[in-house]
DNA sequence: GTTAGTGCAAACCTTTTGCAGCTCT
DNA sequence: AGAGCTGCAAAAGGTTTGCACTAAC
């Protein structure tokens, strides 16, 4: 979708189009995923089995510099880690299931309205605005409150929300 | 402010009130500072100089799970470390400078908006809510608009926004 | 042919873990 | 007394850096 466009004015400004960067460029733009370095890694070493993980960070480093991806933490789902999706024209929140993970986008007149406000209160001049909304999603909700009944008076077992942290990386 | 009630609800809790969290929730609790861990990591030990770090980060977590804190991104300004805050009754938004790092808190309807159009919307529960905005502040505005003149031309050199991330710390 | 970009290895920063010993209640 | 906490050392997870080589323009 975008990515067309973002080549083009990468080349504008004098940045080369390296075979990796094309790569990587095309997996970020498939719109609706929020992949994080490591699976865009793991992606583009399926296309392009030299590729280096190093070069995944320093291409999203050039991306977000640029303006052209955004970066989320999506609640830190799943550890500490970051996601990432082209910038879009239109600003949306980011809403995550806290159990599955699931990930659904918000678009809504607040989100520009808080940009204004700010911009008005504070005379700030606003660059970038992320709203992250964590809870659970419908289907969570219920099986939530199953196991809630079961494992009833458990206080405070270690978290679910942080137990899910420790990703699964495999050794590269 | 509100330490005194957080370590009530603890003491309901059955959590214990050691010295090295007393100190801890005090310092959290100085509101308008958003420490990080290392940040409080320091002051802890200005009080007691046996405390570790690895204490300062088991309780924040303890805190944070029981919802007593919130954990803040400050749009990754000079890092990837997280910033504390105690959780206050009123919803709100970080507005951060992306030059000087001042933050400014952002009370508004268009936060509680988001809130409930996302129950309506996707059924969601929400849990959770954080928007940060980043920019530039007044002050800085002006800043930079001179150092654009003065320094013209220079498109990509290494952002100062990502410049600004190695964080100076004392191998204490 | 230049100069920007890549890969590699190694560092870095932030956070977590395992375990033995200490301390709140 | 005893479970809950702490400190220490060590590891893990995520990201960045230095440098010699390679490739885009």
């Known amino acids: 979708m975008a990515a ?16 990796q960067r094309k790569v ?19 992606l583009a070493k399926q296309q392009d089995s030299k590729i280096n993980r190093v070069t995944v960070y320093r291409t999203l480093n050039l991306l977000k510099d ?10 830190h789902w799943s550890g500490g880690q970051h996601y990432y999706e082209t910038r879009l ?3 949306h929140a980011h ?21 204004r406000q700010v911009e008005s209160h504070f005379g700030f001049q606003v ?26 008076g458990k206080v405070r077992q270690d978290s679910a929300v942080r137990g899910r942290r420790r990703s699964v990386r495999g050794k590269g």
């Not at 806290?98 to 809504?108: A, I, M, N, Q, S």
């Not at 809870?135 to 939530?144: A, K, N, Q, S, V």
């Open 89 to 91: 024209k239109q600003e």
């Open 4 to 19: 067309k466009s973002i080549k083009g004015s990468l080349r504008e400004r004098g940045v080369r189009l390296t075979r």
């Open 95 to 115: 809403v995550i299931c806290l159990r599955c993970g699931k990930v659904e986008e918000f678009y809504g007149e607040p989100l520009q309205k808080i940009r």
């Open 66 to 75: 640029m303006g052209m991806v955004d970066e989320l933490d999506l609640m």
């Open 24 to 42: 990587l460029l095309d997996l970020i733009d498939k719109t609706g995923l929020h992949l994080d370095a490591e699976q865009l890694y793991a």
């Open 127 to 152: 660059l970038i605005a992320r709203t992250e909304v964590g809870g659970y999603c419908p289907h969570c909700r219920r099986l939530r409150s199953q196991e809630i009944h079961t494992a009833a």
